[in-house]
Nanobody, 127 residues
């Protein structure tokens, strides 16, 4: 089973950019679909983006389409979330998650379907 560690969060002004990274341990990284979720204070965790094992399929929440890009480098066992044109409402703790990619197109947006989670990284966007 993989283990996940996020990095790259921080404080940024509205309109700015950040790139989050999610480093995974384990030899079978390419067999896992990866997702990014976020949780703002006093709000439920929400889906942000997901990518299949090969990187050929990606999905995004409507709120981030056109601004965020999910990608992965299987040679480096790392998934990325490039966040551009950030808004104050993007503030939250961002977590990456992993699950074997079978049925990816069915489960990608459901946090409960993911098996492994990182500890999260804080993103704060000031207005």
């Amino acid at each position: 089973q993989v283990q996940l560690v996020e990095s790259g969060g921080g404080l940024v002004q509205a309109g700015g950019s950040l790139r989050l990274s999610c480093a995974a341990s384990g030899r079978t990284f390419s067999s896992y679909a990866m997702g990014w979720f976020r949780q703002a204070p006093e709000k439920e965790r929400e889906f942000v983006a997901a990518i299949d094992g090969s990187g050929g399929r990606t999905y995004y929440a409507d709120s981030v389409k056109g601004r965020f890009t999910i990608s992965r480098d299987n040679a480096k066992n790392t998934t990325y979330l490039q966040m551009n044109s950030l808004k104050p409402e993007d503030t939250g703790v961002y977590c990456c998650a992993a699950r074997p990619e079978r049925y990816f197109s069915v489960f990608y947006a459901y946090a409960r379907r993911y098996d492994v989670w990182g500890q999260g990284t804080q993103v704060t966007v000031s207005s």
